[in-house]
């Protein structure tokens, strides 16, 4: 078992995660980048019409913002905001990820009873085995989920368009929802603002602004770890080709720092990198990452933004910002300066993140080749390293422990 400290020396809080995670989870929306800010907005106000009050209120909001964790790629995003009862699509799949992520994450389990019956028909929700308040709690995100989703099929929210929206909730009442829940939003459904508050810079806002005592919480040590593996299992499901891409550039990732002896904190803060160094492919369209040919130059554009993307999730997590800056430093290569082509040294920790990934991304299967065989892998990043794209001093640590790296790329 590898050393570990008691902690990264980081400490983070729980309102900066849940906000990071439900900004990385709606990029699968693409044009539509705030369903999970919707949802929580949606779910507090009913919940608040119910008599619900601080912590209670404070687990809808938390659990409406990452309710669709579960979610990774376009495809299955499109199905279940598309229409009012998606089509073609196994709704409950995607509740037992996320409850799965996490049950086992002491800051954020408290949501996972919640996110598991989230699609679960109110019918069929009162038999289960679950506590009434989580059956609750999860018919009222299921509501709110299905209510976003209503009003984003219309360009504009008028009487005309509630009418119909309430209509529709209305008949699936007692089968779908609660019939308290669906009263609740009654309630709610005359008052204009309630419809503007689902505008984008309204919603944004009130995410922003909206503070509760467990959200103050701190997250600290293992469950920092746990953090940046949720992240990075997320990321890893947008393609079946990185199924477990970031937890071995993490692995490489601790390996090649210890090697290099850094500091111990250091090197779990590089492993914590290696996890989280592919949020940003969160925004990168299905078809791109399993194309089996060559990408366009319109695609490889738009598969190089990936590491903004990941700089702006991270950015929202006070606290990491070197690991924020080490994860999205990966894709980084060379500058021109008057002799030449140089190499770029953003710093130690970013390129020895970058070397692991490389190694990683080389070894696996991708959809348009064959993973590369540990003695091509490492000729081909010789001769990257030779065109300045790698750090000389970090290929030497890969090439004194090829058979290492190997086995924690396909552990």
Known sequence: MPQRSDNHGIQVHVRH??????????????????????????ATKIGAALGYRGEALEILFNAGMVHDCG????????????????????????????????????PLAYCAQ???????????????????????????IFFADRLDTLAQQRDVIDTHAIVEITEKLNTATNVLFSPKINEAYISLAPSKSFWNGMESASVVTFVNAHEFSLQDQIIVGEDIRKMAR??????????????????SVGLIARFLAQRCNLPLPICE????????????????????????????????????????????????????????????STHKTT???????????????????????????????????????????????????????????????????????????TT
């Open 114 to 140: 919640a996110i598991k019956y989230h699609h679960t028909p109110w019918r069929s929700l009162k038999a289960a085995n679950i506590s009434s308040a989580h059956a609750e709690m999860a018919n009222i």
């Open 335 to 409: 500058v021109e300066t008057g002799s030449g082509v140089q190499y770029q040294p953003y710093n130690m920790e970013a390129n020895i993140v970058k070397m692991a990934n490389a190694f990683r991304a080389l070894i696996e299967d991708r959809p348009y080749r064959w993973g590369q065989s540990l003695s091509d892998t490492l000729a081909t990043l010789i001769e990257m390293t030779r065109q300045a794209k790698f750090d000389p001093m970090i290929l030497e640590v890969i090439c004194a422990y090829p058979e290492d790296c190997l086995h924690l790329a």
């Open 230 to 247: 949720i992240f990075g299992r997320i990321a890893d499901q947008k393609s079946r080709f990185t199924q477990h891409h970031s937890h």
């Open 71 to 106: 979610v990774s790629t376009q495809r299955l995003h499109g199905a279940l905001t598309r229409t009012f009862i998606p089509l073609n699509v196994n709704t409950t799949e995607h509740c037992n990820v996320g409850h799965d992520l996490l049950a086992d994450f002491s």
């Open 17 to 42: 995660v849940v906000i990071a995670l439900e900004h990385m989870i709606s990029l699968t929306g693409f044009t539509d980048v705030h369903h999970g800010k919707r949802v929580a907005y949606i």
């Open 269 to 328: 803060k590089i492993e914590m990198a290696g996890l989280l160094h592919n949020v940003g492919k969160m925004h990168v369209p299905d078809h791109i990452l399993d194309k089996a040919g060559p990408l366009s130059l319109q695609e490889r554009a738009i598969l190089h933004e990936h590491p903004n993307h990941t700089y702006d999730i991270l950015n929202h997590i006070k606290g990491i910002e070197d690991v924020t800056l080490w994860a999205s």
